[in-house]
């Protein structure tokens, strides 16, 4: 990466103050760019999704993994809770999703708690045998007594096809029957996943992150308090395949004996750190046992740090620092947090991180863990809160004390509670990774680059104005 016409910036920059200048191209295809990472961590598209409560579960996990992502499971949760949804991601099928499945005798209220949990808005109706009578969906439950069965709106015309059918060959039956939603089954005719015309064509353009046994991969953290050996050997032997050591301020003497603790433990998989934003504290992280550093402090879309303490630092300037040092040490950084467009995670991966983390982007989908709710026009919504809010900071500290939970609850820095709208034209995160895909391939296209390492390589950025920024914003209701 350079920045054009050799022009060193005499402050620190943030993702708005800079742009990529197009080089000269041979790349004639985005689809010609390989958006695998190159940390080790096996991921084929280089985004992970924070450990936050609001976004990172099983769902969210297994969705974005079968795009070729991470998710980390929040430090919150219990080292068997790691190991059973761990278990439940690797047990998922790598081309088919997991469907929402009700038998006829449920009633339509049912069915309308559950479509909320999953993009295609659909339940599938099987029988006792697990094999499948047909399809109810969200608009088919419109108007009808909430106390009805599905049996009495269930469609039956729907296209099922054996499981080992190819992406390609599905998409092609659901555009010639005009379903939206295709039915696999194994050879007993049990049902065993769904797949949209969408979704087919994603499996044949992402691939899957998968571990050495083609299953699906799973990220999880863990604190710096307390054991954390014991935790860090209890997580890993759940079957995680990167282990994040997390903490707000990663640049400390805790942090160092977390990451010698857990080398002690001898992990067989990456270890994460962080959080940091100087070249000096990514040499410290990775001298005691980092592979990879988490780089950004404030820059959260949930974080109040920066307002609170006027401690942190505008993000893609760390990045660039922190990416430097440590690929002088051959190591990788991830850029955590900033995150609020595509053209940021290009900018990330430009100025050297391995993978962006996205959080509070993502909590507004249907694959993150919260109820889907509605506001007072009917627009729906997830919630999204900061780990170091007070919310978060409650649940942590949940089997403290009554008066150590008190004292506690008084130091947070976060949002307890936002609304996160669903985009109506994105509202699952696979529509999100799209996007994101899209504008980062484009972006190695403009730059020359066939991988993520070229890209790096080849960047030209130049510096710009608030009102730079500002042009560059599309304008879809006029001037």
């Known amino acids: 990466m350079r920045f054009l016409d050799g022009h060193r910036p005499a402050n620190d920059l943030t993702y708005d103050d800079v742009f990529l200048v197009p080089n000269r191209s041979d790349v004639e295809s985005r689809f010609d760019v390989d958006l695998a990472t190159a940390d080790g961590t096996g991921a084929t598209f280089p985004v992970v999704v924070a450990n936050m409560t609001a976004v990172a579960g099983r769902r969210m996990a297994e969705t974005v993994a079968r795009r070729g992502g991470l998710v980390v ?42 479509v909320g949990k999953r993009a295609h808005g659909a339940v599938v109706v099987v029988d006792a045998d697990g094999r499948p009578t047909g ?17 009495e709106i269930v469609d039956p015309a729907v296209v099922t096809v054996p499981l080992d059918t190819a992406p390609r060959e599905v998409f092609e039956r659901l555009h010639e029957h005009g379903d939206r939603l295709a039915l696999g089954v194994d050879e007993t005719g049990r049902l065993a996943g769904v797949l949209t015309p969408v979704a087919a064509l994603r499996a044949e353009i992402y691939s899957p992150a998968l571990d050495t046994s083609g299953k699906l991969r799973v990220a999880a953290a863990i604190g710096v308090n307390g054991d954390v050996a014991a935790k860090a050997e209890a997580v890993l032997n759940g079957g995680v395949d990167v282990l994040v050591v997390d903490t707000a301020h990663g640049h400390q003497e805790k942090m160092i004996a977390a990451l010698k603790a ?8 990456p270890v ?27 820059p959260g ?104 939970r008190a004292k ?42 066939r991988t993520l390492e070229e890209f790096h390589e080849r960047a030209v950025l130049g510096i710009q104005s608030a009102a730079g920024f500002a042009e560059g914003r599309p304008l879809p209701s006029g001037w």
């Not at 430090?75 to 949804?85: G, L, M, N, T």
């Open 73 to 114: 499971l929040p430090q919150d949760v219990d080292p068997a809770a790691v190991a059973d949804i761990t278990a439940w991601v690797k047990s998922r099928h790598v081309v088919w999703d997991t469907p929402l499945v009700l038998t006829g005798g449920d009633a339509v209220a049912d069915a309308l708690n559950l």
């Open 135 to 151: 399809v109810v969906t969200e608009e088919a439950c419109q108007g009808v007594d909430r106390f009805a069965r599905l049996s």
């Open 262 to 269: 857990v080398r002690s433990v001898s992990p067989a998989v």
């Open 272 to 298: 994460v750190a962080g959080n940091v934003v100087t070249a000096e504290g990514t040499r410290d992280l990775i001298a005691a046992g980092a592979d990879v550093v988490k780089v950004g402090v404030g």
């Open 301 to 404: 879309a949930m974080c109040t740090t920066r307002m609170a303490t006027g401690v942190g630092r505008p993000q893609f300037s760390a990045v660039t620092e922190c990416a430097a040092a440590a690929r002088e040490l051959g190591k990788h950084v991830w850029a955590d947090g900033g995150v609020r467009h595509p053209r940021d995670i290009a900018l990330a991966l430009a100025a050297g991180a391995s993978a962006a983390m996205v959080g509070s982007w993502f909590a507004g989908t249907h694959e993150s863990p919260g109820d889907l709710r509605y506001d007072e026009q009917g627009r729906p919504y997830k919630e999204s809160f900061g780990m170091a809010s007070k919310r978060a900071v409650g649940a942590r500290t949940r089997t403290d004390n009554v008066y150590e």
């Open 408 to 449: 506690k609850g008084l130091f947070e820095e976060g949002i307890s509670s936002s609304r996160m709208a669903l985009d109506p034209t994105r509202p699952g995160v696979e529509d999100l990774l799209d996007s994101i895909g899209s504008g980062v391939r484009s972006a190695c296209t403009y730059a020359g680059a």
